[in-house]
């Protein structure tokens, strides 16, 4: 099926970007277009004017300044993969990059892009909310007092397909914490064999003093609408060595943070995604202390 018809522009700034998004009726913006594209053609989607921001150079590039790795929102799969910034500042982001799709996919689609899609299957949304990532949005205010909001990972997904952007607003860069040489981190994950997505997703960033953690953090994706912190697993991981015992007792406790809202579908049903999370997130933390290796 094809699109409907619609105008296309191209924005060379944010700025500009601002102004033609708060200017047009029902319009949208496209970057790598890997998720607007498909919606399109489904007729999913009919915006009437499509604004490309792919070739906005301030919202590309990857930095890190005073223990923050900042990722500009037009930065490819690609580009974050083969970057030694991100390989040891995030680890685990840099690992995920890898993941994703294939290399047409990664060569094309950005980091903002996927995370203003808010796939529920989508690996980055949850490894953002793990490394408690800051997303950066200009334009709220509207054309003439454009001003900046930065929003935590816990609160910047509101569901599926849904984020706290606002009708207007443009997200242009992603912040997160550098990992120190203490901190170890992992997302493991059950992949659907044709597109990679995650059917249950889990990640952990743990801080170690010898074998004892001394602080954590969990996030579970896929089977919720949004990604899932796990307090219970976190504090259970908190002040115990890292032994498969002790493991083993902690990530069981994500269920009890799930609620009820499981997502159920072809490819798997919300009661073998809900007893996958914590197999899951198991895998992840053996996997970050070395008690197992993919």
Request: charge should be negative; proline fraction near 4%; hydrophobic fraction near 45%.
């Amino acid at each position: 099926m094809f699109a409907t018809e619609f105008e296309y522009k191209k924005a060379g700034s944010v700025s500009e970007a601002i102004q033609l998004l708060n200017s047009e009726s029902d319009a949208k913006l496209m970057a790598g277009g890997h998720s607007l594209l498909p919606l399109m053609k489904l007729r999913l989607a009919r915006p009437g004017t499509i604004i490309d921001i792919g070739g906005i150079d301030e919202m590309r590039g990857i930095s890190v300044e005073n223990d923050i790795l900042r990722i500009g929102a037009l930065t490819t799969h690609a580009e974050i993969a083969e970057s030694h910034l991100v390989k040891d500042a995030s680890g685990v982001l840099w690992e995920t990059a890898y993941g994703i799709g294939d290399p047409q996919v990664r060569n094309r689609g950005t980091i903002g892009g996927n995370v203003a899609h808010a796939d529920p299957a989508s690996d980055l949304p949850t490894v953002l909310t793990l490394m408690d990532a800051k997303f950066t949005i200009q334009g709220r205010g509207g054309i003439v007092s454009r001003g900046s909001r930065t929003v935590p990972a816990d609160e910047f997904f509101t569901g599926a397909f849904s984020t706290a952007l606002e009708p207007g607003e443009i997200l242009t860069s992603i912040e997160m914490p550098v990992l120190s040489a203490n901190q170890k981190s992992e997302y493991a994950k059950m992949a659907h064999p044709a597109t990679s997505f995650a059917v249950v997703g889990a990640g952990v960033v743990v801080t170690l003093d010898g074998n004892m953690c001394t602080a954590a953090r969990v996030a579970v994706g896929g089977l919720t609408p949004k990604p899932t912190r796990s307090p219970a697993a976190e504090q259970a991981l908190v002040g115990k060595e890292l032994n498969a015992e002790n493991i083993a007792a902690a990530t069981a406790r994500v269920d009890g943070d799930l609620g009820s809202d499981i997502i159920g579908d072809v490819f798997a049903s919300a009661e073998y995604r809900r007893a996958m999370a914590a197999i899951e997130l198991k895998h992840a933390v053996f996997h970050a202390t070395g008690l197992a290796h993919h």
